[in-house]
């Protein structure tokens, strides 16, 4: 569960799939291909662009590509844009690793092949590794399945700028259990994907860091940890980058329960390691994500530090910006906000401009500016909306858009002090005549009564005051999940037009609200954000468009898993539930994951038993759907098996839905919407 994935979630809802051949002759399926016809008419523009220079702003609205004058305030269309649009690189798989880097210049060129590393120069291939043995669970060059998932390394080996050194991964994975998954199950004979899959409290692979001389052809080993491979520090050992000046190897490492990171650096002339930074909270876990350069472009493989660069921590409780010297330690908190910052917007040589959830709400995000040493620090913007902003080239101008869920986006520009000093007239929404279609927020209590939680509904074009809809919840839930967000004024989903309101809740385990929001979690996944969303529910009730005794919920992966706990643990609030490539006990998905936020099996039993779907498969009272691809090699098969096993042997009713040769995928919308309309509307008893 990948949170640089997790904002793709919404995607994973529903899986390419043909129509059932059901909803079409049900009620609100004709109203929802109507509305969503019409509502390709519904259009927002969120003002995006980029400076061409010190003084224009090139940006899109509704009437097409404009280019803004920040120094007079005018607008005028732009100029297309000529030549070949950049083909984006290619990825690597789910999981995986680049399989082969370059030198910056060229002339070099490393691969990953049957558990070895090979080095080409001039056309000829050599080996750098001989004793990589996939047989044995021994491989270099490449990573453990768990770092691409949860510790973002898509890189397992990267020359040094000047291309004199290449630094490669070591793994052995022989203790490491071994997931089967049966593939091509339409042909027929099926294939078996075999998969090193390390769950809570079995063994992890033992992870070494090599570096390769490429003049002299030799490697040395990278102290990454003071002893043998333990649960102490260098159990992780990720986020590796080099030097802009090659004369060292930047990685992060961590301890199993993931309670301490340091920043790390390897000299390779000297075989020196020295920590950078450390970062400790025993009271949850530690910031896993590997450090990036704020303000720089993100590289998609084996990008290259400065030696001194900024970056975002929570180790004040809220995320700030801190300025880091790699080689000397020296570490600088530049910011000292009592809120999340959420990004970088721009720098000058006397400025750094950032993004702060600290308006209105903690969904109202404001723009701040202070001095590169963070003195004189002033918030730019409106507290009262929410603003994104971009800073001109030399820092002296700010576009800042602002929009709410009420006030559609539009334009200002700001100098460095916070002056607005244009307005311009921008084309930024549109709406048929007659289309009642919107999105609110609205705020509630928790169910314990310590935080004020918010969410948001999706209304659809059809819907009068005073009617009554039943309601579908949309949850992911897990940890991390929907980012920092910051209000919109947003287009509402077009589910609603089959004639439900859609609801979101942001729970507590998210982004923008502070370290104790996000851990609140810690130890007790399927707990606090359950019955947070559970709290939605209940306040569903001082709502007026809200059918509370038609109340339905869908997800997919961590959503899933939320949806089923939904419909589990609150069965008078909860009604149906379309769970999709859901976790159903946490012993069974993978070890960095899961260890990070209910630590250890043998620290934290009665967690891991309340968390467990399993555990309240007796309590089922309303619809349940089950859904899984056979070939889902991120939550396995076993998850559903285990639930739906439960279930019949609590003689529980519940359906279970097949995506043959699917992978982490969710139900198909038809089948989905199927069910809900069933189970709502035409037949909602049991």
């Given amino acids: 569960m990948n949170r640089s994935l997790i904002l793709v979630a919404a995607a994973l809802i529903v899986s390419a799939a043909p129509a059932q051949d059901r909803w079409p002759n049900m009620p609100g399926y004709k109203e929802y291909q109507a509305g969503n016809a019409s509502g390709q008419k519904w259009r927002v523009s969120y003002l995006r662009g980029q400076w061409t220079d010190a003084t224009h702003y090139r940006f899109t609205d509704l009437a097409g590509a404009k280019v803004l004058d920040a120094a007079t305030g ?55 590794t001989v004793e990589g043995n996939l047989d044995r669970g021994i491989k270099y060059g490449s990573a453990s ?29 022989s203790q490491v259990p071994q997931y089967r998954i049966a593939m091509d199950q339409k042909k027929q004979v099926p294939s078996l994907d075999v998969e090193c899959f390390p769950m809570p409290g079995t063994p992890n692979p033992e992870v070494d860091l090599f570096v390769y001389n490429v003049v002299t052809g030799q490697s040395k080993k ?62 949850g876990w530690v910031d896993f994500g590997p450090v990036s350069v704020l303000g720089a472009p993100r590289a998609r493989q084996n990008a290259v530090f400065p030696s001194t660069f900024l970056y975002l921590s929570e180790d004040s409780g809220y995320i700030n910006i801190y300025r880091l010297d790699a080689k000397t330690g020296r ?9 999340d910052v959420t990004g970088m917007v721009g720098q000058s040589p006397d400025s750094l401009y950032y993004e702060v959830a600290d308006g209105k709400t903690p969904y109202h995000h404001t723009i701040w500016r202070c001095d590169p040493d963070g003195k004189n620090a002033k918030r730019l913007t409106d507290p009262n909306f929410a603003a994104s902003a971009s800073a001109s080239p030399d820092g002296k101008f ?32 549109e709406q048929p005549a007659g289309d009642n279609r919107s999105c609110r927020w609205f705020s ?16 659809p074009s059809t819907y009068q005051p005073g009617q009554k809809l039943p309601v579908l919840f949309s949850v992911y839930g897990g940890p991390l999940g929907w980012g920092a967000t910051s209000m919109r004024f947003e287009k509402p989903d077009g589910l609603s037009e089959a004639g439900f309101a859609i609801v979101e809740v942001f729970e507590r385990g998210g982004n923008g609200r502070g370290r104790a929001f996000r851990q609140a979690i810690y130890h007790s996944l ?39 706990m939904c419909l589990l643990r609150y069965p008078d609030l909860f009604h149906a539930a379309s769970a999709s490539s859901a976790v159903t006990d946490w012993h069974l998905y993978d070890s960095t994951y899961t260890e990070r936020y209910m630590d250890l099996p043998e620290n934290n039993a009665a967690g891991y038993e309340f968390g467990s779907c399993l555990t309240y498969a007796k309590d089922l009272k309303g619809w349940l759907m089950l859904y899984y691809g056979t070939s889902d090699n991120n939550v396995h098969p076993s998850n559903t098996y285990q639930l739906s096993d439960a279930l019949s042997r609590a003689g529980k009713y519940h359906e279970v839905q097949i995506g043959v040769d699917r992978g982490h995928t969710g139900l198909n919308l038809a089948r989905m919407m199927e069910f809900f309309t069933e189970r709502l509307i035409i037949n909602p008893k049991r």
């Fill in 145 to 173: 399945w768990v770092y691409g998932e949860e510790l973002d390394q898509r890189d397992a080996m990267g020359f040094s700028p000047d291309g004199k050194w290449l630094w490669y991964y070591r793994f052995d994975e």
């Fill in 398 to 429: 700010l576009t800042v858009t602002y929009q709410t869920d009420v006030d559609k986006p539009f334009l200002v520009v700001m100098d460095k002090t916070g002056k607005v000093v244009a307005k311009p007239a921008v084309e930024s929404f």
């Fill in 444 to 459: 509630f209590p928790s169910l314990d009564g310590t935080v004020t939680l918010w969410g948001k509904v999706h209304l």
């Fill in 526 to 564: 399927g707990k606090y954000e359950i019955d947070d969303i559970a709290a939605a529910a209940t306040a569903l009730k001082s709502q007026p468009w809200a059918d509370t005794g038609k109340v339905g919920v869908f997800g997919t992966s961590y959503g899933g898993y939320a949806s089923a």
């Fill in 74 to 128: 005018k607008v005028s269309a732009a100029a297309a844009q000529s030549g070949p649009m950049p083909t984006p690189q290619q990825q690597p798989d789910r999981g995986r690793q680049f399989s082969q880097v370059k030198s910056a210049d060229g002339t070099l060129a490393a691969t990953y092949r049957d558990g070895n590393v090979f080095l080409t120069r001039n056309g000829e291939e050599k080996p750098v």
């Fill in 331 to 339: 570490r600088e908190q530049l910011t000292h906000h009592q809120a």
């Fill in 222 to 283: 990278v102290g990454v940890r003071p002893g043998a491979f333990d649960h102490g520090l260098g159990h992780y050992v990720y986020g590796i980058n080099w030097l802009e000046d090659s004369s060292r190897l930047l990685f992060h490492r961590m301890d199993r329960r993931q309670k301490i990171r340091e920043i790390c650096t390897y000299e390779p002339a000297t075989g020196t390691v020295a920590v950078a930074n450390r970062e400790e909270n025993q009271a």
